[in-house]
C-alpha cells in the first residue's frame, strides 16, 4: 500500500451530467417554514429545480439566487452545500434559528455570526486555505445589513457555538462557550464556516433567537409573538433587501456577476 498518497479523498463532489448549473449565489434556509414564507414572497418569480440529496433547490428569477432548503445539522449541510459549489455557487447566505447563551441577546433578535466553535464532527474533516479563519464576505451582503439596521430588529454580532446535539446542551457548555465569547448555539455555522474556507467561496449566516438558555434553563420562544413578528420581518427585510441589490444591477447596467 502507498501510504504517500493516504490523505488523497477518494469522492469528489462533482457536476453530473444531467443536472444544471446553479447560479453563483445562493441562499440557504435551514427551516421549512422560513423556506416556505420566502418562496412565497414571490409568488410568480420561482421555479423548482431538481433537489438536491433531501433538500428542495428553487430558482428566484427576480433577484438572481437559487435557494435551497430544509437542512438539518452540520453533516447535511456540508454535504448539501458541497454539490451546490461543484455546480456553480460561489456566494452563500445562510439564514436559520439558534439558541442565545448570553443575557441580553433575547428571542427574536438576529444574530450575525464573526466566529463560531465547533463542537460537532464535520467541519474537523475540512482544512481551511491559508491562514484565514473566516470566510470572505459575499459583495452583496451590505445590501442584507444596510437593510437590516434600518428594520428595528435587534442584531448581535459575535461567535456562536454549534452542536450536533440540542439535547446534550449541559449547564456546563452553555457557561464554557459564553466564556469563551459565545452569543448563541445552532447545529450549522462552524461547519459551513470551514467549509467555506477549504472551498474558498463566501459566505455569512443570519440567525434568528428562537430560545434563550443563559439561564440554564430552557426557555422555548418560537410560539411567542415577538419571535413569530421578526421572523417575518427578518425574512421581508432580506427578500426587501435583494430586490433592491437587482434593482440596482438592471438599472447600472452592471453585470450580476461581478458581485
Known amino acids: 500500500m502507498d501510504w ?17 448549473n446553479l447560479g453563483e449565489n445562493l441562499l440557504i ?9 420566502f418562496l412565497n414572497l414571490f409568488p410568480d418569480n420561482y421555479q423548482r429545480l431538481e433537489d438536491i440529496f433531501l433538500s428542495r433547490c428553487y430558482r428566484i428569477g427576480a433577484i438572481g439566487f437559487d435557494v435551497v432548503g430544509p437542512i438539518l445539522g452540520a453533516p447535511q449541510a456540508v454535504l448539501v452545500l458541497e454539490k451546490c459549489i461543484a455546480r456553480g455557487v460561489r456566494s452563500v447566505l445562510g439564514v436559520g434559528w439558534c439558541g442565545s447563551v448570553k443575557a441580553g441577546v433575547e428571542i427574536g433578535d438576529v ?3 464573526f466566529g463560531s466553535f465547533s463542537e460537532e464532527g464535520t467541519s474537523s474533516h475540512y482544512a481551511p486555505v491559508g491562514n484565514c479563519k473566516f470566510p470572505d464576505e459575499p459583495r452583496w451582503f451590505h445590501y442584507i445589513e444596510a437593510g437590516l439596521s434600518g428594520s428595528g430588529l435587534r442584531i448581535h454580532r459575535g461567535s456562536v457555538w454549534t452542536t450536533d446535539a440540542p439535547y446534550r446542551e449541559t449547564v456546563f457548555k452553555v457557561l464554557f462557550y459564553e466564556s469563551k465569547g459565545a452569543i448563541g448555539v445552532d447545529m450549522e455555522t462552524s461547519a459551513v464556516f470551514r467549509l467555506a474556507l477549504c472551498r474558498g467561496i463566501a459566505l455569512r449566516m443570519i440567525l434568528l433567537v428562537s430560545d434563550t438558555l443563559y439561564t440554564l434553563k430552557w426557555v422555548p420562544g418560537v410560539k411567542k409573538p415577538v419571535f413569530k413578528n421578526s421572523r ?9 433587501s435583494l430586490r433592491i441589490r437587482g434593482s440596482s444591477y438592471v438599472g447600472s447596467g452592471e453585470n450580476r456577476k461581478a458581485d
Open 29 to 37: 434556509f435551514f427551516i421549512p417554514e422560513d423556506l416556505k414564507y
Open 111 to 113: 444574530i450575525l455570526p
Open 232 to 240: 417575518k420581518k427578518l425574512l421581508t427585510v432580506l427578500a426587501d
Open 4 to 20: 504517500s498518497e493516504g490523505d488523497r479523498v477518494l469522492i469528489e463532489p462533482r457536476k453530473a451530467r444531467s443536472e444544471q
